[in-house]
DNA sequence: CTAGGGTTAG
């Protein structure tokens, strides 16, 4: 949530937020503390700060009321409904409320307020067809766009072109928006810095990111603690350890507003834990006096995906038993994995009852992650069990069951579970059918395979590895000539390593020996 | 008015 400051608060709005509070960085509460405080002398407040209160309570749709009694609202009030609706999480309203003004005959003038609000809408509501539309608009109706509307517009690119799923397909460095906008910027400041680095985070061009945040400080324009957590991702992404450290270096001289920082600590914990170094990713972790939440599970996240599972379970034991620290889904995910990990039942049911104990609701994740758990720990029964009882289930529920019971050789009941799923109004997805063709290859079923098959060509399923996994299914069912087929009809020149094993394997497992060595 | 970290199935 782009309003959370660092403080926890549970409150999506940093309401309570006093405004002299040196600590807050957050200049997004000016607009509800500029307003006069409630003073008896005040008779009639200002029609804006009327409205402002209205959003600052959770109000937005009375103020939009109220706003519609006005003839000739300025631009200021139409600003701050507009900032109202998105600080209660209603982008959608905002953008509404922002075409409906654009369409009536008010006339109202809208300024860079307006402008870099209704981005920022559009932005958390990947809408990128209306963020060109309002790009447009701008360009027509604002002479002099401030900063801050060309680093919001550098924003909606961001957000609305990074989740097009097709990131890979997709030629950023001959078509890329968001670059078109940071090289038409006059002048850029550190924040349209960071949203370019972090843009190229996004796209998997790690170098690049590095290398513009190099020419950033070149420049002679000053990191912010934002910039360091954007790059950061970059250093361990491309592996580059020794300028991580580097990097780490500089961040340490600039300062305790920096080291201090919850962000920062978090995102330099998870870089040095990708990277594999993990005692430092801890040096860190125990240097760090306030921690929240984010920072414990950053770091027993880290333990776990370095496979120091012993050590992840003793810090997460470590956070239960530290005072004023707070435990969340995401805590109890990391351990629950760890313990699928370990395969020690005996960890899993202590674990399992200290969720319940801990929890007041069961998220669906955790469910998942206890079924997962159980599964590993080859207790299949008690996945199924937990499964049962779930009173909403969803398709990784589904996945996790059917998974669960064919991973442990119980095959006849994962496929029973396949056509419950079905009957409960679920579609199979790629998890499913990769389920479905181990099941195949399980039983020798050629019978199971084919529907599958049929099943993935009829709903056009695709996924990473798909290839290897039929030509392994078919091989396993004695349908040689099949896997031969579906090799023969994989890309040659994307053919990945896993599809090349599963054909030499099937060769061999026919005792075409011969036929493997021409791939060898 | 703009930019920020951790998560389950195969």
Request: net charge neutral.
């Amino acid at each position: 949530m782009a309003m959370a400051s660092t403080s926890s608060s549970s409150l999506p709005i940093p309401l309570s937020t006093p405004s002299h509070d040196p600590s807050n960085k957050t200049q997004k509460v000016s607009l509800f503390t500029i307003s006069p405080p409630p003073s008896p002398s005040l008779k009639t407040p200002s029609i804006r700060s009327r409205l402002s209160k209205l959003c600052q309570e959770g109000q937005p749709h009375l103020a939009r009321q109220l706003f519609d009694s006005f003839p000739r609202p300025t631009t200021v009030i139409c600003n701050t409904i507009i900032i109202g609706f998105i600080c209660n999480s209603l982008p959608l309203e905002a953008i509404l409320f922002y075409s409906k003004l654009k369409s009536s005959s008010l006339g109202t003038k809208f300024d860079s307020y307006t402008y870099s609000s209704t981005l920022k809408a559009c932005a958390e509501t990947r809408s990128l067809k209306i963020g060109k539309a309002i790009h447009c608009h701008l360009i027509r109706c604002l002479s002099n766009p401030s900063r801050i509307v060309y680093n919001s517009l550098l924003n909606m690119y961001s957000s609305c072109l990074s989740n097009v799923g097709c990131l890979s397909y997709f030629d950023y460095s001959k078509y890329d928006l968001v670059h078109k906008v940071f090289v038409t910027m006059r002048k850029r400041d550190v924040v349209a810095w960071n949203t370019m680095v972090s843009w190229y985070v996004k796209t998997g061009r790690y170098v690049e990111a590095i290398r513009l945040f190099r020419v950033m400080m070149k420049m002679g324009i000053k990191p912010s603690p934002v910039s360091f957590v954007n790059v950061f991702p970059a250093f361990s992404s491309a592996g580059d350890l020794k300028n991580a450290y580097v990097l780490y270096g500089m961040l340490a001289k600039m300062g305790s507003e920096y080291v201090n920082d919850l962000f920062v600590v978090s995102s330099v914990i998870f870089m040095f834990g990708e990277l594999g170094h993990i005692d430092f990713a801890r040096k860190v972790f125990d240097h760090c006096l306030e921690k929240n939440t984010e920072i414990w599970n950053t770091m027993i996240g880290g333990y776990v995906q370095n496979n120091f599972l012993v050590e992840g379970i003793d810090l997460f034991l470590k956070a239960v038993e530290t005072e004023h620290t707070v435990l969340d889904d995401v805590t109890f995910l990391s351990a629950l994995t760890a313990v699928s990990q370990l395969q020690c039942l005996d960890l899993a049911q202590q674990l399992h009852g200290f969720v319940i104990k801990n929890l007041a609701i069961f998220p669906m994740m955790i469910m998942n992650a206890i079924i997962v758990m159980y599964s590993r720990c080859n207790s299949v029964h008690t996945s199924f069990e937990v499964f049962e009882k779930m009173v909403e289930r969803d398709v990784v529920s589904w996945n996790t069951m059917i998974s669960a019971f064919i991973q442990n050789g119980m095959d006849d009941e994962g496929l029973m579970l396949v056509h419950e799923m079905q009957n409960q109004g679920c579609a199979i997805d790629s998890v499913t059918v990769t389920a479905l063709l181990s099941a195949a290859s399980n039983l020798r079923s050629q019978e199971i395979g084919k529907q599958t098959y049929a099943y993935i060509l009829r709903h056009g399923i695709q996924f990473e590895g798909m290839d290897g996994y039929l030509i392994d299914m078919y091989a396993k069912c004695g349908l040689i000539r099949l896997s031969q087929r579906i090799f023969e009809r994989s890309n040659v020149n994307n053919r990945d390593q896993a599809t090349w094993n599963a054909m030499i394997a099937g060769y061999t497992q026919h005792g075409l020996v011969e036929a493997a060595f021409c791939y060898l």
